[in-house]
């Protein structure tokens, strides 16, 4: 089984790369608009982007969303992702880690904890690994295992639905959620993979106890495009299936939930990274920005979170935010 895993996440890796699989729909990034601060009274190079997250003190309000482990090349990824996140003070997140429930070969790669000095690092399970009896302790085992101070869960039922091995059964997820919640160690954080979680499902989540949702929205990364890709020719009619990371902020953060969200799903810059957090976001997430640097280099890596930092930088300045919570409150129309 886990050899099938193995070549199904070597082929997502490949195919992640096309063009193809990026979603054409529209993010509506460019209708946000920041009020340019023509009187910064700031000095750039004293701009504080640093942020708090599950307890530790970031650079900048940035995470290196899942992608990766347990296969060969992704455990150099994960070490390259690991060594940059130390070396730039950034938030990671560990892919999946379900190959890792049933071989032990695949759990060095997601033992990464080593090459950081103190980021969090965010374990990663699927829905369908925590629903039924031994669900609560496949998850206790990613964290574990990781030594993670956090734990995603991704919902991604229509990845699921496409794929024709995959897990379709989804009866009993709210009530593994809930009881994940209320036994894990660390923070339980739900995010989708691309296709977004609506104000409904957000709702859901916060009755189940949920306190963090990434809300991995459309616009960027398609998984049903991928999933299409390995078996088919062309565009996938699901391709930009779901909602857009703009709407499920704006939707739910108009309603007040007591939730804290991480903006993710198509940010490919520091300027919408600016706009994610000015939306609500306490951090925004990107994965695919990382995954050619990830696989040449820990310097490539590196070089690409410091793009993003220098542009987040530059909106804070001539925005005048000094730090990250004049930001979140910076004129601007939307
Ligand atoms: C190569 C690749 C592998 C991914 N693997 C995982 C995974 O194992 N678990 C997961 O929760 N999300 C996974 N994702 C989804 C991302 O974490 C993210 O939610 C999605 O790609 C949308 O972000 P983006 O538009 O910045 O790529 C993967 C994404 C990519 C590009």
């Given at each position: 089984?886990?050899?099938?895993?193995?070549?199904?996440?070597?082929?997502?890796?490949?195919?992640?790369?096309?063009?193809l699989?990026?979603?054409?729909?529209?993010?509506?990034?460019?209708?946000?608009?920041?009020?340019?601060?023509?009187?910064?009274?700031?000095?750039?190079?004293?701009?504080?982007?640093?942020?708090?997250?599950?307890?530790?003190?970031?650079?900048?309000?940035?995470?290196?969303?899942?992608?990766?482990?347990?296969?060969?090349?992704?455990?150099?990824?994960?070490?390259?992702?690991?060594?940059?996140?130390?070396?730039?003070?950034?938030?990671?997140?560990?892919?999946?880690?379900?190959?890792?429930?049933?071989?032990?070969?695949?759990e060095?790669?997601?033992?990464?904890?080593?090459?950081?000095?103190?980021?969090?690092?965010?374990?990663?399970?699927?829905?369908?690994?925590?629903?039924?009896?031994?669900?609560?302790?496949?998850?206790?085992?990613?964290?574990?295992?990781?030594?993670?101070?956090?734990?995603?869960?991704?919902?991604?039922?229509?990845?699921?639905?496409?794929?024709?091995?995959?897990?379709?059964?989804?009866?009993?997820?709210?009530?593994?959620?809930?009881?994940?919640?209320?036994?894990?160690?660390?923070?339980?954080?739900?995010?989708?993979?691309?296709?977004?979680?609506?104000?409904?499902?957000?709702?859901r989540?916060?009755?189940?106890?949920?306190?963090?949702i990434?809300?991995?929205?459309?616009g960027?990364?398609?998984?049903?495009q991928?999933?299409?890709?390995?078996?088919?020719?062309?565009?996938?009619?699901?391709?930009?299936?779901?909602?857009?990371?703009?709407?499920?902020?704006?939707?739910?953060?108009?309603?007040?939930?007591?939730?804290?969200?991480?903006?993710?799903?198509?940010?490919?810059?520091?300027?919408?990274?600016?706009?994610?957090?000015?939306?609500?976001?306490?951090?925004?997430?990107?994965?695919?920005?990382?995954?050619?640097?990830?696989?040449?280099?820990?310097?490539?890596?590196?070089?690409?979170?410091?793009?993003?930092?220098?542009?987040?930088?530059?909106v804070?300045?001539?925005?005048?935010?000094?730090?990250?919570?004049?930001?979140?409150?910076?004129?601007?129309?939307?």
């Amino acid at each position: 089984m886990s050899v099938k895993i193995a070549h199904r996440k070597a082929e997502h890796l490949e195919i992640a790369q096309d063009p193809l699989s990026q979603s054409s729909r529209s993010q509506l990034w460019e209708q946000l608009r920041f009020e340019p601060n023509a009187l910064p009274e700031l000095n750039l190079s004293q701009i504080d982007s640093s942020e708090r997250f599950l307890d530790r003190r970031i650079s900048c309000p940035l995470l290196i969303s899942s992608m990766s482990g347990g296969i060969e090349h992704a455990d150099k990824m994960n070490i390259h992702l690991a060594e940059a996140a130390a070396e730039t003070n950034v938030a990671l997140a560990l892919g999946s880690m379900r190959i890792t429930l049933e071989d032990q070969s695949g759990e060095a790669s997601f033992k990464v904890g080593r090459y950081l000095t103190g980021q969090p690092l965010i374990a990663n399970i699927g829905a369908a690994q925590i629903i039924g009896a031994r669900g609560l302790d496949n998850a206790l085992r990613c964290v574990e295992l990781s030594e993670a101070s956090g734990l995603f869960v991704h919902l991604n039922p229509l990845q699921e639905a496409l794929q024709p091995e995959g897990d379709t059964d989804w009866v009993g997820i709210s009530d593994a959620i809930e009881a994940l919640v209320a036994r894990s160690p660390v923070p339980v954080l739900i995010k989708e993979v691309g296709h977004g979680i609506g104000l409904s499902a957000a709702r859901r989540l916060v009755q189940l106890g949920v306190k963090w949702i990434d809300v991995a929205g459309c616009g960027g990364t398609s998984w049903a495009q991928i999933e299409h890709s390995r078996h088919a020719e062309g565009a996938s009619i699901f391709a930009d299936w779901g909602i857009d990371t703009v709407t499920s902020l704006k939707s739910i953060t108009a309603a007040n939930l007591p939730v804290s969200l991480i903006a993710s799903g198509g940010l490919r810059n520091g300027l919408e990274l600016a706009k994610a957090i000015r939306l609500g976001g306490v951090l925004g997430g990107m994965a695919q920005p990382f995954l050619a640097p990830a696989l040449e280099s820990t310097a490539a890596v590196v070089k690409k979170i410091n793009e993003i930092k220098d542009e987040l930088r530059i909106v804070q300045f001539c925005t005048g935010s000094g730090d990250i919570a004049s930001l979140r409150s910076a004129p601007w129309q939307c």
